[in-house]
């Protein structure tokens, strides 16, 4: 079955990094286009960044030039590397799957999350 | 990338239903029909309900269904139980490749 599971997460002062990871099993990897989706506590879900089956990405405004969304297919994970983190950064992060073959522009799979908590 | 708007929140007894609105603009939800709906119970992550406006995954109940007119998609909760209860989010493929999602509806099942 298919499975995501992040980890990576913990508590970083602002303006320094961290590196989230999702390993995915159960699907072929290479064929999905992955994103990171956050959700602040007590908050809505916020859709972060995508990266697509060949490698190509897409941001959102409030990430974009901080954060990076890679993929290695050959381990099947992926990974969010954050820099100058800020406190408003705060939040549960989930990695989702997207097919891409067939194209579908919808979340199908969800891990289980990992909490980010940016604080001096 | 503004958020979606939904209303807060939508409540109803059991058996009744209940539909929950999802505005947009031209450039997302009334762009494409691309809109997908998810139901979040606390402290777990999101679960797949709707996708492509009206299509259901194997597996979610019949009573979730889901419609679309101008830049404005809905879900409709018909027959409505407690195990429904929970925050629902829609979400919607933009222009610029990136997606958004709505501001979230908490239900609760009276």
């Known amino acids: 079955q298919v499975q995501l599971v992040e980890s990576g997460g913990g508590v970083v002062q602002p303006g320094r990094s961290l590196r989230l990871s999702c390993a995915a099993s159960?699907?072929?990897?290479?064929?999905?286009?992955m994103h990171w989706v956050r959700q602040a506590p007590g908050k809505g879900l916020e859709w972060v960044a995508v990266?697509?089956?060949?490698?190509?990405?897409e941001y959102a405004d409030s990430v974009k030039g901080r954060f990076t969304i890679s993929r290695d297919n050959s381990e099947n994970t992926l990974y969010l590397q954050m820099n100058s983190l800020r406190a408003d950064d705060t939040a549960v992060y989930y990695c989702a799957r997207q097919s891409s073959f067939p194209i579908k522009y919808y979340f199908d799979f969800w891990g289980q999350g990992t909490l980010v908590t940016v604080s001096s | 990338q503004s958020a979606l708007t939904q209303p807060a929140s939508v409540s109803g007894s059991p058996g009744q239903s209940i539909t929950i609105s999802c505005t947009g603009t031209s450039s997302d939800v009334g762009g494409y029909n691309y809109v997908s709906w998810y139901q979040q119970h606390p402290g777990k992550a999101p679960k797949l309900m709707i996708y492509d406006v009206t299509n259901r995954p194997s597996g979610v109940s019949n009573r979730f269904s889901g419609s679309k007119s101008g830049t404005t998609a809905s879900l409709t909760i018909s027959g409505l139980q407690a195990e429904d209860e929970a925050d629902y989010y829609c979400s919607s493929y933009t222009r610029i490749s990136t997606y958004v999602f709505g501001t979230g509806t908490k239900v609760t099942v009276l």
């Open positions: 159960g699907f072929t990897f290479s064929n999905s286009a």
């Open positions: 990266v697509s089956y060949h490698g190509s990405n």
